[in-house]
């Protein structure tokens, strides 16, 4: 207490001097209009940096969450488009009249492994069986198609990536819809080939490849990639076409999963068939 009266009476006539000073401020911006616009002004300049400061802070620590939440949201739209209300009749206009039920229902999941060096490459997510991951479901992300899920455990699943020897996919020419199949010959990263297009379908470089909607797997039109290279043999009647990936698998973070929601019926009707027959 003794050390504070002794600086307020060494520093008295510095005190003083601020203490008019502040007052003095105060009745010049309370007086006048300018000067009070100016203070108010700046302020608020004062306030907004702080504001903005404050907020991008909170939103790079949420950004995780907010991350989840629109890979959620994306989710949920593809879900809406691959069960779209409305189809095209044979005059090929829309036609609102006629309806189809809906058949798909997609997951999200993040890639926590990824090869693509190999003959046989696969994936491997974080989400499984407690996360209703089943095995086939196709796998795709906002560029096209992944690869379809090969094993599932309670929490993790591995995918069999579209860059592996072994798989095929259903595809089609969109502009003409000749259908295919989707293979790897395990050479280039960026380009699958295209079988069994006949020789009578008309076909350009850069042609669009989407999936052919033929298989309880992916539905129709999610995109595979672009003619790059056509191959013809005078001993077949078919092209086999080198199609460049939509998709840059080197380099995949996230991944949907499409479950169709009948493939249960749809297999036991094709079974039944079978046995029938």
């Known amino acids: 207490m003794q050390q504070i009266i002794y600086f307020i009476s060494k520093n008295s006539t510095k005190l003083l001097f601020l203490l008019l000073l502040v ?33 991008s802070a909170t939103e790079y620590l949420h950004l995780k969450v907010e991350n989840d939440r629109l890979a959620e949201e994306n989710a949920k739209m593809k879900q809406i488009l691959y069960n779209s209300q409305l189809i095209v009749d044979s005059t090929f206009a829309v036609n609102p009249e006629i309806r189809i039920a809906q058949d798909y229902k997609l997951f999200n999941a993040k890639i926590i492994n990824n090869t693509y060096y190999k003959k046989n490459n696969y994936l491997t997510i974080k989400g499984g069986k ?38 095929k996919i259903g595809a089609k020419i969109s502009k003409t819809n000749h259908f ?13 080939q295209l079988t069994d297009i006949p020789k009578l379908a008309s076909l350009r470089k850069g042609d669009s490849i989407v999936t052919g909607g033929i298989s309880t797997i992916f539905p129709e039109n999610v995109p595979v990639g672009v003619v790059d290279k056509v191959f013809t043999s005078k001993k077949s009647n078919f092209y086999t076409i080198n199609v460049r990936l939509f998709n840059d698998m080197t380099n995949i973070s996230s991944v949907y999963l499409i479950e169709h929601v009948h493939i249960k019926e749809i297999l036991q009707l094709e079974e039944d068939t079978l046995k029938n027959e």
């Open 23 to 55: 007052v003095s401020i105060y009745l010049t911006v309370q007086t006048h209009s300018y000067h009070l616009s100016q203070v108010v002004n700046s302020a608020n300049v004062v306030s907004g940096s702080i504001y903005e400061k404050t907020n």
């Open 180 to 192: 295919g199949t989707i293979t790897w010959d395990g050479k280039n990263t960026g380009i699958v």
């Open 130 to 167: 407690i996360n209703g991951i089943k095995k086939d479901m196709g796998v795709i992300n906002a560029k096209g198609v992944i690869g379809i899920v090969e094993n599932v455990s309670n929490r993790y699943a591995t995918i069999q990536s579209i860059l592996n020897t072994k798989t």
